[in-house]
């Protein structure tokens, strides 16, 4: 599950032993305007085809597998930077919330790709305008204006108990979540589901199976 605003093309470079695993990639659907968390989880677990299946989520993506995991029986889940629970996340959505500001955030101008990807990304294109054309598609106001109150207004008390967190230690977005059980990856930032790929190609396998 890609993370907020980003289409599923942001795995092309994960590859799993094919004689062992079959990829698929979960896509954003629109929520209808109150739609709650939790229900949107179970609307989108109709997206998994099989049982004892392995879900991996990125960022906004990676608390949405974690709402996902308890309708679903899992093999294993993946969160990767992402946070554990409400308290890892950074003052400035913390402030979001007890102000409602969320509100009232420009999300009708998310066509502007610079404002989409420092949503999604935490950062502006600057020289990364390619890139972030390519993975960042999903700019419908409804959905951002939802996804950013569910961001902002998760209520996560505690980690998943079998989760498998995965975290960089340079990722702007999330800055308080290598902490606990959790793998830190050494210059991980928050997309480095996209530019560390290849550890993820390597170690994936031998989590699963561990």
Not at 189 to 210: A, C, D, G, Q, R
């Amino acid at each position: 599950m890609p993370g907020m605003a980003a289409n599923p093309s942001i795995f092309e470079h994960i590859r799993l032993p094919e004689d062992s695993y079959k990829i698929h990639w979960l896509e954003w659907q629109i929520p209808d305007k109150n739609e709650t968390f939790e229900a949107y989880a179970k609307r989108m677990c109709d997206f998994i085809e099989h049982d004892n299946s392995v879900l991996l989520g990125v960022s906004f993506g990676g608390m949405l597998v974690q709402e996902m995991s308890k309708f679903l029986n899992l093999k294993k889940l993946f969160v990767v930077s992402s946070v554990k629970c409400h308290h890892e996340l950074p003052k400035r959505l913390k402030f979001l919330k007890i102000t409602k500001a969320y509100k009232i955030l420009p999300t009708s101008l998310a066509s502007n790709i610079d404002l989409l990807a420092k949503y999604a990304f935490g950062e502006t294109i600057k020289k990364r305008v390619d890139l972030y054309k390519k993975y960042l598609s999903v700019s419908d106001k409804v959905y951002l204006d939802w996804a950013i109150k569910q961001v902002v207004c998760w209520d996560q008390e505690e980690p998943h108990p079998d989760a498998i967190y995965i975290h960089g230690d340079k990722d702007i977005v999330f800055p308080h979540s290598c902490g606990g059980n959790c793998i830190v990856l050494k210059g991980g930032t928050h997309i480095m589901v996209i530019n560390k790929y290849k550890w993820f190609n390597e170690n994936l396998p031998k989590l699963i199976e561990s």
